[in-house]
């Protein structure tokens, strides 16, 4: 089976993970589960004819049943049937899984090469790189010359760059939503501790055992922090405390960061400022689809999370929708979903997003052991892996669309699903998730059929056709989407529960506080 987009495109689901060493489309595992369900069902009625031909046996007359005409005939042919459809049912199920198994040995094979040759030719241009600059020189200073002369020939102007890239992204449409660019950007990004190893003089292998391929002791989130540090030595990235707003209240509130936001969970019984009931009536969310339908479009001014209650106060369960990046400048803005907290949120600084985030569920009224499933589209995917590794909260479930949140490690007992898609470089940008990663990844190449926008810089990272993809997997029958999406609803019921937004704001100018790890 094929999922189908809703413009009616064909589309396939690559699903991988989830605690097992298969990788295949949703549509080769959800056959193989029918098989594996035709063959129990097969099992099932051989045992039941069992049954009837030891029923009334007299070893010297046969069976009383098989008197009747026919029936012996009948019971006999019928199992025969079962038992070719028990042996066929098995064989074509073990098959389909051996080469899911087989794709997926492959599939690991060429990523750990892939990591490794990255590796140590990130190590091998780290410890080359000043004769590098050198050579570089001649070739930089020769093309400066020609394209100046060049541009004097023709009598042509140099306009706005951002306006010329425009220009070139619009006359090539395909040039970042190429799959193979996405996955060489992933091995960069995870091979640039490797360069920086390699200027000091490590050698490879010992940069390779501490790496991301090895120990783990360096790897994207030490490089986000390399980057951050050199950054704020340049009065950018500068974290500040955060307090947060609620949309729904019937007056905004603007003051310091609430005190749970640095030190942990209120005790049960505590007051908490702003707790209440939030005032929007809400349905359950009924599948992936309707989760990414419900986060937030970030902009400037708008709120960046909502938060769900379902259940009685006593007894009740949370899921926080958190958006994506709104501002891209390097210099810290007003609201907290900006440049400053990717960077901080990477390198594992306590993020002014995550920040937020937490003090927000928090003013929501979410009790220690309530159960949290936090959803989240890009920089609010990266928090929400955050918030599941925390442990802060009962984080039982989780959803991502487009997030790089790769090197995020997450309890197997967290049952959680990242959606990325093969032509976004987003998710790419927080490098290669570990081997023993327990999380189920359902990968989808958006623009395989069809031409990008030319408007849109990144279309495959559009939390439009996130949600395009979320109703694609509801539609899928394979069978660990199929519980997450029974999961999903054993949580929060199908009574109506209650929505409220909220909008983190940057206070400007005060220390930063003791701000929570995310501690993945």
Do not use: C, K
């Amino acid at each position: 089976m094929t999922a189908e987009r809703p413009d009616g495109a064909g589309d396939t689901l690559i699903v991988s993970g989830g605690g097992t060493t298969l990788v295949a489309s949703d549509t080769l595992l959800a056959e193989a589960a029918r098989l594996r369900l035709l063959q129990a069902a097969a099992e099932d009625w051989l045992g039941r004819l069992s049954r009837i031909q030891s029923l009334d046996s007299d070893p010297s007359t046969g069976p009383v049943w098989a008197a009747a005409p026919g029936a012996g005939e009948s019971v006999y042919a019928a199992r025969h049937a079962l038992s070719a459809v028990l042996e066929r049912s098995g064989s074509l199920a073990d098959a389909l899984l051996t080469a899911a198994e087989g794709y997926g040995r492959a599939d690991r094979i060429v990523d750990w090469g892939t990591r490794v040759s990255g590796a140590w030719l990130g190590s091998t241009l780290g410890m080359l790189a000043p004769l590098l600059a050198l050579a570089a020189v001649p070739a930089l200073t020769a093309g400066t010359v020609g394209l100046l002369l060049g541009l004097l020939v023709t009598g042509t102007r140099v306009g706005d760059p951002a306006a010329l890239a425009g220009s070139w992204l619009q006359a090539h449409p395909r040039a970042l939503t190429n799959p193979l660019l996405v996955a060489a950007v992933r091995v960069l990004v995870s091979s640039v501790d490797d360069a920086a190893a390699g200027r000091a003089g490590v050698p490879f292998p010992v940069s390779l055992a501490l790496g991301d391929e090895g120990a783990g002791v360096f790897g994207v989130t030490t490089t986000a922090a390399a980057a951050v540090v050199l950054a704020r030595s340049l009065g950018l990235l500068r974290e500040t405390p955060v307090s947060v707003e609620r949309f729904d209240a019937p007056t905004r509130r603007l003051g310091p960061p609430h005190p749970q936001a640095s030190s942990g969970p209120p005790a049960p019984g505590a007051a908490v400022p702003g707790l209440g009931a939030p005032t929007r009536p809400v349905a359950p969310p009924t599948g992936f689809g309707d989760l990414a339908a419900r986060i937030p479009s970030v902009s400037a001014d708008a709120p960046q999370m909502r938060i769900e209650r379902y259940g009685d106060p006593d007894d009740a369960s949370w899921i926080v929708y958190i958006g994506g990046t709104a501002a891209w400048s390097p210099v810290t803005g007003e609201q907290p979903w900006d440049l400053t907290s990717n960077l901080a949120a990477v390198a594992d600084q306590g993020s002014g997003s995550y920040r937020a985030v937490v003090q927000a569920l928090h003013e929501a009224g979410v009790a220690p052991g309530d159960p949290l499933v936090p959803v989240g589209h890009s920089q609010g995917g990266l928090v929400a892996a955050q918030l599941a590794a925390s442990g802060e909260f009962n984080t039982v479930m989780m959803a991502t669309f487009g997030a790089p949140n790769g090197q995020v490690s997450l309890s197997s007992e967290v049952s959680a699903v990242t959606v990325e898609h093969s032509d976004d470089l987003i998710p790419a940008a927080g490098g290669a998730a570990s081997a023993d990663d327990a999380r189920l990844i359902v990968r989808r190449e958006v623009f395989g059929d069809r031409m990008p926008p030319p408007d849109l810089v990144l279309p495959a990272h559009a939390l439009t056709e996130y949600r395009d993809t979320g109703r694609l997997m509801d539609d899928s029958e394979e069978p660990r989407l199929r519980q997450f999406r029974a999961d999903l609803e054993g949580l929060t019921g199908t009574n109506v529960g209650a929505a409220s937004r909220w909008r983190g704001i940057r206070l400007v100018g005060g220390p930063v506080g003791a701000a929570p790890t995310s501690g993945g």
